[in-house]
């Protein structure tokens, strides 16, 4: 069974930092890719970041030189650094895992991320 749980979000201001962390209950978590979604109030979910097993990053042209995904792969934890945040930003943030044993795609809960003075 997979289960991922983020923390991290909440209220910042436009041009500052937030780091969400995803950790993962699933066997051989370092076989599988990860990454970040999200989805605004009246649009799509979309893809922010990804990280291979490999350790290779993929970002959507938005956030690009301002997030940065990470993995820890002994803590079964993957990571979004946010910064020099916008108001367009503001959306609740998922964690996926892409399975590379079923094809799979298996999110968290969400956690909700606000950027507004």
């Known amino acids: 069974q997979v289960q991922l749980v983020e923390s991290g979000g909440g209220l910042a201001q436009p041009g500052g930092s937030l780091r969400l962390s995803c950790v993962v209950s699933?066997?051989?978590?370092?076989?599988?890719?990860m990454g970040w979604d999200r989805q605004a109030p009246g649009k799509e979910r979309e893809l922010v970041a990804s990280?291979?097993?490999?350790?290779?990053?993929n970002y959507a042209d938005s956030v690009k030189g301002r997030f940065t995904i990470s993995r820890d792969n002994v803590k079964n934890t993957v990571y979004l650094q946010m910064n020099s945040l916008k108001p367009e930003d503001t959306a609740v943030y998922y964690c996926?895992?892409?399975?590379?044993?079923?094809?799979?795609?298996?999110w968290g809960q969400g956690t909700q991320v606000t950027v507004s003075s």
């Open positions: 990280i291979s097993s490999g350790g290779n990053t």
């Open positions: 699933v066997s051989s978590f370092s076989i599988h890719a």
């Open positions: 996926k895992l892409s399975s590379r044993l079923s094809g799979r795609n298996y």
